[in-house]
């Protein structure tokens, strides 16, 4: 069956490492986008891909990057992990061409905690 | 801007009673999507509904039904005769059709149903 997954699912790291989380989805689905979730927040939109060799910026984008070279994959990267991004991360893709307002389906999260 | 708001950060309910979940959104845009996820205990996002602006007809699905009414921009979800599976967090979530496929969540209510 076509999936979503994240990897790893948690993570420990210390403050200035830097931290890929990976996203991987078997749906051939040409939009990704990465959320972060706080409590009193709700989930944010940190970036997002409409296809290979695309990005784009959130709402939540400081201090985070990803990048897109193929269609299955959408790595997530925190170039000097802070304590302020200990959160839970949720990938998500949807079928569709840019823009279309297609139904999101979620990963499994990734409880990421900065010391 | 799009916004989401879910005034209800936390609802306790008795096994077998009905619950009716508060969506209220805003937006300038006509045409819109709107959903609902379900988040469980275990973590992970289930989507439940999605509704676009132009179609204002109720939905039900088994004990799940959704009352759109764009005259007080609300969407809102009831479930009927609640169990104990049905405790979760749950979120309300907007696309506008102007922004791509990106999704404006609400803060999210949590759902206690007790045995």
């Known amino acids: 069956d076509a999936e979503i997954t994240q990897s790893p699912r948690h993570k420990i790291t210390e403050t200035g490492r830097q931290v890929t989380l990976a996203c991987h989805q078997t749906?051939?689905?040409?939009?990704m986008f990465w959320y972060r979730q706080d409590l009193g927040h709700g989930l944010r939109l940190i970036h997002y891909?409409?296809?290979?060799?695309?990005?784009n910026k959130g709402e939540v984008s400081d201090g985070y990057s990803v990048s897109r070279s193929n269609t299955e994959d959408l790595p997530l990267t925190l170039e000097s992990a802070a304590s302020s991004q200990t959160s839970v991360y949720f990938c998500?893709?949807?079928?569709?061409?840019?823009?279309?307002?297609?139904?999101?389906?979620f990963g499994p999260g990734t409880r990421l905690t900065v010391l | 801007a799009q916004k989401v708001t879910q005034a209800q950060t936390e609802i306790s309910v008795v096994e077998k009673e009905d619950v009716t979940l508060d969506c209220v959104y805003e937006?300038?845009?006509?045409?819109?999507?709107l959903f609902w996820y379900k988040q469980p205990p275990s973590g992970e996002l289930v989507f439940l509904i999605r509704?676009?602006?132009?179609?204002?007809q109720n939905e039900i699905s088994g004990r799940y039904s959704w009352n759109f009414q764009k005259s007080t921009s609300s969407f809102n979800f009831t479930i009927t005769a609640s169990q104990v599976v049905d405790s979760a967090v749950y979120f309300c979530?907007?696309?506008?059709?102007?922004?791509?496929?990106?999704?404006?969540f609400g803060g999210g209510t949590r759902l206690m149903v007790k045995p």
């Open positions: 749906w051939n689905h040409n939009n």
């Open positions: 509704r676009n602006s132009f179609d204002e």
């Open positions: 937006t300038r845009d006509t045409t819109y999507y």
């Open positions: 891909s409409y296809g290979v060799q695309d990005t």
């Open positions: 998500a893709s949807s079928a569709g061409t840019s823009g279309s307002t297609d139904t999101q389906y």
């Open positions: 979530a907007l696309s506008e059709a102007d922004a791509g496929n990106m999704l404006t």
